[in-house]
DNA sequence: CTGAAAGCGCTTACAG
DNA sequence: CTGAAAGCGCTTACAG
């Protein structure tokens, strides 16, 4: 059997309530009976009980991970990575991160994860976009969450942002500078703040370059649903053909540009000399496309690690205002520029 | 404050024994107190709070889920979803999936993942190649664990293996009724047993209808790391060029496939007509490439869902003589061949 | 600076 | 069929 805190105060001799005071670090102890408990520690290996620890303060010790199912069997990865970057950051204070997966149609009756039904987290972290009533049940019940790459409109919660704007406005004034005059744009689903704020990007990118006639619809193709390399292909055809003058696109994500790539080969236009194309991730794949796809890069592992420490504080500051944190993104040019 | 079990003993006006009883479906209660019981639970809404059950009962109710950080993060999701599928399973006994990862030079020294410094699971899934440092120490610790797609040589551990060499064999044949004579094979990593297989099942395959001579060294191209595109590319150059009458491959996993399917369109020829492809997983990229490949499918969230259930009997049942649990693989037929 | 005691919210023999 | 009591392994005021 694995040593209690029982077998450390006898072995050391003192009681259990000052074993416990090294552990935690509280109180004042005399320093010899700390190295003499904590020299017993070490020799008989011990290490305190999550369970009993967390039914004694109070507290769960974990953090919810919840994503919606589509999102984490994407084909190309990039919720997973900001997982990992909370995985990362929880190691740290022994936390763990319980990931789970919620449908579309999301009912807080029948589908709530079961950390949340039995009150198991001390906190949650949003991946993506989620669905509404479950940010109404968190909100309602007052559990501690954050929002990923996420936002509702006209609410103050407290989340994790990406610098879609500045993203997209980056990318676009490169494209400008390398002498592209007309730009179109590929997108998906509106429904996603994060690809509304990459459009504004590219559209003011535009104006402040005296470029308002790539503004006309025509430039512009979007379809509201999830994004995929498919939409990418679609739009790519779509705009090329009408519109032959165009040398570059913008495209919302990675995923679109990788479709947007294989339409612009099956149309024998050659990349980049004819057609630049700027994606926005950085997932993996954009470095193993061909050719290798220009891009803006989100950093996933810090985002991740971002969400861990500001539902970490919530946690122990709960009357803390709701905040938003935005992570800088970088430009990085490859083949398809 | 959320209600505890005493709240619903006084509520119904009986002892927290008997509310322990029916909330745990164990010995005799009457028919009307539990109904009594029940209603109250309901009407309050209440849920046993986990780490006050866990420490009572000495169990965690976790298992964890280790993956080498390289396989998780890989450009193609395979193991993501075996998480998944083991995460579906656990949340109809309430179980957790802890799910975190070790790096290849691991020290059980220092690079313990915490849940297992902490004891805070009762069983773990080693999902892939993992170290075998951190098999050695599960196997000394006595922690009960299944290794999932992956083995250890003369060792008779708990596992769950995919169906390879029949998967193979299987692929092979299709190939071969379809007319090809020339086979050829492109794989990575021999470290992996999963290869081996397949490469076994390609070699048996040819005998059996009498294609000896596709297996000359010539007709296979594999190197010794973890497989990817380029390893394919690499591969179909080399072996196509050489030997131009080749007019199929067999490819160990569907990255490496996508990686042959570049070089055979580098090299101008037509897939399927001059030369076909066959893939292994049935990863989600498969069914998006052109022409889409056809492949061995591999149930990942069977895969996880088994994993599960073998994990959840072995705590059951902790003298249970190690097992191994084969899951069947099926025939994908796309464009490809 | 240290110890005795109460308490966290459950489960589980054991009586009756 | 039900309840009183002990116990799981910790933390945390409170005395001293």
Redesign the interface.
């Known amino acids: 059997m694995?040593p209690t805190i029982k077998d450390i105060a006898n072995e050391a001799g003192v009681s259990i309530s000052t074993v416990s005071l090294v552990l935690n670090q509280k109180g004042y102890v005399a320093p010899q009976t700390r190295s003499r408990i904590e020299s017993v520690i070490q020799k008989l290996n011990y290490?305190?009980?999550?369970?009993?620890r967390?039914?004694a303060t109070q507290q769960?010790g974990?953090f919810g991970f919840i994503i919606w199912e589509g999102h984490?069997?994407?084909?190309e990865?990039f919720y997973?990575?900001i997982?990992?970057g909370m995985?990362y950051a929880a190691?740290h204070n022994?936390y763990?991160?319980?990931?789970?997966?919620v449908r579309e149609e999301f009912d807080p009756k029948t589908d709530l994860p079961?950390?949340l039904?039995?009150?198991?987290v001390d906190g949650v972290a949003l991946a993506g976009r989620v669905p509404g009533a479950l940010i109404d049940y968190l909100d309602n019940q007052h559990v501690p969450f954050v929002l990923v790459d996420y936002e509702v409109p006209g609410k103050n919660f407290n989340c994790i942002k990406i610098d879609n704007y500045n993203g997209a406005f980056q990318a676009v004034e490169t494209l400008i500078k390398t002498g592209r005059k007309h730009i179109a744009f590929v997108g998906g689903s509106f429904f996603h703040p994060s690809v509304k704020e990459r459009y504004r990007g590219y559209t003011e990118a535009l104006d402040k370059h005296g470029l308002k006639h790539n503004r006309s619809e025509d430039y512009s193709y979007c379809e509201n649903i999830e994004t995929s390399?498919l939409i990418g292909e679609k739009g790519a055809m779509r705009l090329l053909e009408n519109h032959p003058e165009i040398d570059a696109v913008f495209c919302c994500n990675d995923t679109t540009a990788l479709g947007v790539i294989?339409a612009v080969q099956r149309l024998k236009k050659r990349i980049p000399e004819d057609v630049a194309i700027f994606g926005f991730d950085d997932i993996?794949?954009a470095e193993?496309s061909?050719p290798k796809l220009s891009t803006i890069r989100v950093p996933k592992l810090e985002i991740g690690k971002e969400a861990y420490k500001l539902l970490y504080e919530l946690i122990q500051n709960p009357r803390m205002a709701p905040q938003t944190r935005m992570i800088a993104v970088e430009t990085i040019l490859r083949e398809s520029t």
């Open positions: 694995a290490r305190p009980l999550h369970s009993a967390k039914l769960t974990n984490f069997s994407e084909v990865l997973s990575q997982f990992l995985e190691r022994d763990y991160i319980l990931l789970t997966t079961r950390f039904r039995y009150r198991d390399r294989s993996p794949t193993f061909s």
